[in-house]
């Protein structure tokens, strides 16, 4: 919409922080867009956990049949992801040979399998020379592009690349860049999975190259095994990168292990709530032909699967940790500020305890109504906080709903890969910033070819004024001009004083729904944003 006049402003405001000047000032440029190819955390089976090296042919096209018998594929579980030990060399002309005793039909007849069941296939490879079982295994090093052509036309959707045997001298990133190269100009939308183990950071780089990546290593080393304190790990570890959580933009945590040896019933039903909260990519880890009703009922919980697939798509955060292993997680559904949230309240600890969330703890106020998502029961509005006793190990997966406190506001980071960046707008650390990262803007001297930061999804409840605390971060002298555009409103240039870390604070006129708030930077200097925070 518009911005409001300071002068009117100035009248219902508390004291300002920062004195901001506008004028009006006009705005070129359109954001970037490109085809999102994973909205969502994609979701199938895979075959490592439980197999290792040991399937044929025709597990995987049990497997296959078992997503549709289960009803697992209506569920969304639509990838079927074939790991490993796959082909025996490259012919004369560098092409992959496909292990044809494992496979006897070839490539093509198996995904065609796959894809008549209404399934997406997917399959492995590696930065190396090798893959991680290592000879006669081939991995894409310096054969990307003939490989991407390979797996384009036998059917594939879906690359997962590997990091084992790196070659000396170059980067994982390079080689991973050279392999999202290779699959655009393969002209098949296929997804690629960075499989780095958390190695090189892809959530900061990889966006409109890879849709998910690893975030740690493998939750297990050992064949149809899991420890619960590497389901922990996993989760604890992908949760640091939340932020970089959005569509087409996946921390994976690893493939599920529900189903095989290691875990207790609890300790499995908190791995599904673990990474349904973390809108983890749900890869079922085990063999689907033969998985009882409890295993069956971990993976097909359609309430616990939508958190999962939640299209905001926001990751968790630990709003309370109360020692002894008790904590509440959470996330906003929908948008930030919609006063709906999954909660999962675990207990991480040896003995039975009590967990508590506090309505404070997520800027809800009043009555709020719990939901039981895994038993899919309505709890009551309640008060405060809800609580309960959880056995070792055991977590509740709730949803609530109430009043956003729009007084407190909603957090938008400037680095939530969600928003859009033109120009030489860049993702930087800042360890003094919120979540550790934020977004300069580099002005190149013309409004033609400035910098912009365009945050997106912000999501409000009633057409009114707002208040944007824009905090920031410049070193320099003076005043620096920022435009700033509401939606589609006129661009008004804004005046940040030098400081080292700010926040200025901008009136802002937002419609019901959703809305957007550009900033850009013509000028040659530059001015770092850390986050927006929206008052009413
Ligand atoms: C690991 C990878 C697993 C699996 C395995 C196969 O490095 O993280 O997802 O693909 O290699 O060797």
């Not at 042919?57 to 969304?76: E, N």
């Not at 937002?510 to 929206?534: F, H, M, P, Q, Y």
Request: aromatic letters at 10%; charged letters at 20%.
């Amino acid at each position: 919409m518009r911005i409001m006049t300071k002068a009117l402003f100035a009248l219902r405001m508390a004291p300002v922080s920062l004195l901001v000047f506008l004028a009006a000032f006009p705005l070129a440029g359109a954001p970037a867009s490109q085809p999102i190819l994973a909205p969502t955390p994609p979701m199938g089976w895979a075959s490592w956990n439980h197999y290792f090296c040991d399937y044929t042919d025709q597990t995987i096209r049990d497997q296959a049949d078992a997503l549709v018998s289960t009803g697992m594929r209506d569920l969304g579980y639509k990838y079927v992801i074939i790991q490993e030990c796959l082909t025996t060399g490259r012919n004369a002309g560098g092409s992959l040979i496909l292990d044809a005793k494992r496979f006897p039909h070839g490539m093509k007849d198996l995904v065609d399998y796959i894809h008549a069941r209404g399934l997406k296939a997917g399959i492995y490879t590696d930065i190396g020379p090798n893959t991680c079982a290592g000879k006669p295994y081939q991995g894409s090093y310096r054969h990307e592009d003939q490989d991407a052509r390979t797996f384009a036309e036998w059917g594939f959707d879906f690359v997962e690349m590997d990091y084992c045997n790196r070659p000396k001298g170059e980067t994982g990133r390079a080689i991973y860049e050279r392999m999202a190269e290779a699959i655009r100009k393969t002209g098949r939308p296929m997804l690629l999975y960075i499989c780095s183990w958390g190695n090189e950071s892809p959530w900061t780089w990889a966006q409109g190259k890879a849709q998910l990546w690893r975030t740690e290593g493998d939750i297990s080393g050992e064949k149809n095994h899991v420890d619960w304190e590497d389901v922990v790990t996993n989760f604890e570890s992908n949760a640091r990168h939340a932020v970089f959580n959005a569509p087409d933009s996946w921390n994976d945590p690893d493939m599920m292990e529900v189903g095989n040896p290691g875990l207790t019933p609890a300790e499995a039903q908190t791995h599904v709530s673990m990474w349904a909260i973390s809108a983890a990519p749900l890869w079922a880890g085990t063999d689907l032909t033969r998985m009882d009703a409890a295993i069956r009922a971990l993976y097909t919980n359609a309430e616990v699967i939508a958190v999962d697939q939640d299209p905001l798509g926001a990751g968790p955060v630990r709003v309370r940790d109360y020692g002894a292993g008790i904590e509440v997680w959470a996330k906003p559904l929908a948008a930030s500020g919609s006063g709906a949230q999954a909660v999962m309240l675990v207990n991480l600890g040896a003995a039975t305890a009590e967990a508590r969330v506090e309505w404070t703890d997520l800027s809800l106020g009043g009555f709020v109504a719990v939901r039981d998502l895994w038993t899919h029961k309505d709890l009551g509005a309640f008060r405060d906080g809800y609580a309960l006793r959880l056995p070792s190990h055991a977590s509740a997966l709730l949803k609530v709903t109430g009043a956003f406190d729009w007084s407190r506001g909603a957090t938008y980071e400037a680095e939530w890969p969600g928003n859009t960046r033109t120009g030489a707008a860049a993702l930087r650390p800042c360890p003094e910033c919120s979540q550790g990262y934020a977004v300069s803007l580099r002005g190149a001297g013309n409004a033609e070819v400035a910098s912009s930061l365009t945050f997106r999804h912000i999501v409000v409840p009633e057409t009114g004024k707002y208040m944007a605390h824009l905090v920031y971060v410049y070193s320099g002298e003076g005043r620096h001009a920022v435009q700033v555009r509401v939606n589609r409103g006129a661009a008004l240039a804004i005046k940040l004083p030098g400081a080292i870390y700010a926040t200025a604070q901008i009136p802002v006129e937002l419609e019901k729904g959703e809305n957007s708030i550009s900033l850009s930077v013509a000028g040659a200097e530059t001015v770092t944003i850390d986050r927006l925070r929206l008052t009413r």
